[in-house]
């Protein structure tokens, strides 16, 4: 079918421009933006308008019917009257009057989609009444089609109506030489040279001529069982219809349409895929500074617990101190003389050391743990301000900066994430808030570490009774109860340095216990801190990867577009 490559670029770039205006409305682009590319699309498939003018019976209908390959323009439904019909495409088959001289004939027809065809009564007629023609039709026209037939080409009225628009409207004018099979091929060469002069005459220069049997180019469309290919050349339908393809689109009002088009699409593409582009310099920008941010978070993380090896040591050293002190209280108890006292002696003296290593004990120990806990609590406030002077620096120019081209409403939402994040950190500097996050975070903590001291104190008391309870004196009295004790007493003195031995092993391995379980609780309670402190960014983490994971495929999408769009427009070149 005629024009038919083009018809396809045509179908192709309105496809590419739907696609765009999805785009566009998913990007949020500019109202004008999205106006300009509705219009575009809209005017994009405006049909084209071929005018067809000849003498009654010159065969305008059967040229018509054979351009399109379908019998829509019958001959003997058209009377010869002064009126003219437009063929359209309509859902239903009606006419509608327009004007006096005008009706408009919707058909189901698909190629009306493409085409609007102006079938004119005989050229005598428009000539009187040319008006609606030229007033109507003429201006816009894509092609205006004189046809002849052979067998008689010499109407006059047809060269009058050429003279009415020929010099006003420099328009795509062909002449068709209608049934050229009914004459001698010598014949038909006189004809078109007669035509050829008469044109160069009133025109001032030559327009082209086709001598055609519209009739064997229909069968040669249509028919199925005629020989197509040879009632095809017969015809001489081929070179028309590639001159009207070649003619009518790569005129400018249609292919300087389609290229115009196409140029608009691109440079509105481009605008998005800035706008787009932006976006995600801004994103890359923001991930590069959580990055940084988070790098020096982890290393100051990494700090914070090489702190706890110091704790750690710190409370072993107040252990050992502690430990110390109840050896040195042990030996004295263990002399002889305080023994064969603590023999005849009433009271507990046990109790009495076990009450003060345990004193010992939690007096120093916990003192460390405090002095531990409050390092941290200046930490943490330290952490805080650090982190809220790094979010200043590095996005607080930012925010206030909205020069990049971006997509509408992206910027606004990035305030809002950078916003909250702020708010989150002047939050957390408050004393309260402090005060509140170290009794989450350690309270349980210094509340558990109570325990292991009381269980040390216990363990090292353990050991002194077992190894007097390995000379457990029995309950007996008089003399024997006597001489047992003085010996009992003589064995404990003998015993004093294994006694003593044993107590410090106790004591180093419950030392051990004790700083294993101090350690796992304060990395546990850093590891929590730490982590409470990476979900304040996590908002902005979220909202970063989030807003790149929509606008990469947008923005590829759009480069795909760009790239459909500028192969169209190389054709059409």
């Not at 010499?154 to 049934?179: P, T, Y």
């Not at 004393?431 to 350690?442: M, Y």
């Amino acid at each position: 079918m005629v024009v038919e490559k083009y018809l396809k670029l045509r179908s192709e770039l309105g496809i590419a421009l739907g696609s765009l205006i999805t785009l566009a409305q998913q990007i949020g682009g500019p109202n004008d933006v999205l106006g300009n590319l509705r219009t575009l699309a809209a005017n994009l498939n405006q049909p084209f308008l071929f005018v067809v003018v000849g003498e009654v019976k010159a065969g305008k209908s059967s040229m018509l019917n054979a351009l399109f390959g379908r019998d829509f323009c019958k001959v003997d439904v058209l009377p010869a009257t002064d009126r003219i019909y437009v063929f359209k495409y309509g859902d239903n088959e009606y006419d509608a009057q327009l004007s006096e001289h005008v009706t408009a004939r919707y058909r189901p027809i698909d190629f009306l989609k493409d085409f609007n065809i102006v079938d004119t009564p005989g050229t005598n007629t428009i000539v009187a009444n040319h008006q609606e023609i030229t007033v109507n039709f003429v201006p816009i026209a894509d092609l205006i089609v004189f046809v002849f037939s052979v067998t008689n080409p010499w109407a006059a009225s047809a060269w009058d109506f050429l003279r009415l628009i020929g010099h006003q409207w420099k328009k795509n004018i062909v002449f068709v030489v209608q049934q050229a099979d009914l004459r001698d091929p010598h014949e038909v060469a006189i004809v078109a040279k007669h035509l050829d002069q008469t044109v160069l005459q009133i025109l001032g220069a030559s327009c082209p001529i086709f001598a055609v049997s519209a009739k064997k180019a229909f069968l040669a469309k249509t028919s199925p069982e005629a020989d197509r290919e040879k009632l095809w050349t017969e015809s001489n339908f081929g070179p028309l219809e590639e001159w009207i393809t070649k003619t009518v689109s790569h005129s400018e009002e249609r292919g300087g349409k389609l290229r115009s088009v196409a140029q608009t699409a691109q440079v509105v593409a481009g605008g998005l895929w800035a706008r787009l582009q932006g976006s995600l310099d801004i994103l890359r920008s923001d991930q590069e500074k959580l990055a940084t941010i988070r790098r020096a978070f982890d290393t100051r993380k990494e700090q914070t617990q090489r702190q706890v090896g110091g704790f750690i040591r710190e409370i072993e050293q107040a252990y050992d101190a502690c430990r110390e002190r109840g050896e040195k209280v042990l030996e004295e108890r263990l002399t002889f003389g305080q023994t064969l006292k603590m023999i005849f002696s009433t009271g507990r003296w046990e109790k009495d050391f076990q009450d003060h290593v345990e004193t010992e004990v939690k007096r120093e120990v916990q003192t460390k743990i405090e002095h531990a806990l409050t390092l941290l609590e200046s930490d943490l406030r330290a952490i805080w301000q650090d982190l809220q002077e790094k979010v200043n620096f590095e996005f607080g120019a930012e925010t206030k900066k909205q020069v990049r081209a971006v997509v509408p409403g992206f910027l606004t939402q990035r305030q809002e994430v950078l916003q909250r994040l702020q708010l989150t950190l002047v939050e957390q500097m408050s004393d309260e808030k402090i005060k509140e996050q170290l009794r989450s975070l350690f309270g349980e903590t210094a509340r558990w570490l109570r325990v292991p001291t009381s269980v040390v104190a216990a363990g090292g008391i353990a050991t002194v009774i077992a190894a007097l309870t390995h000379t457990a004196l029995l309950d007996v009295t008089g003399t024997v109860a006597g001489v047992a004790a003085l010996t009992g007493t003589i064995y404990a003195v003998w015993r004093r340095k294994k006694i003593l031995r044993q107590y410090r092993d106790q004591m180093n391995e419950k030392r051990e216990e004790l700083a294993r379980a101090v350690e796992t609780q304060l990395r546990h309670a850093i590891d929590a801190f730490y982590h409470e402190v990476a979900l304040t960014f996590a908002p902005l983490e979220t909202f970063c990867e989030a807003e790149a994971k929509r606008h990469l495929p947008l923005k590829e999408q759009i480069e795909a577009l760009d790239q459909e769009i500028g192969g169209i427009k190389s054709q059409l070149s």
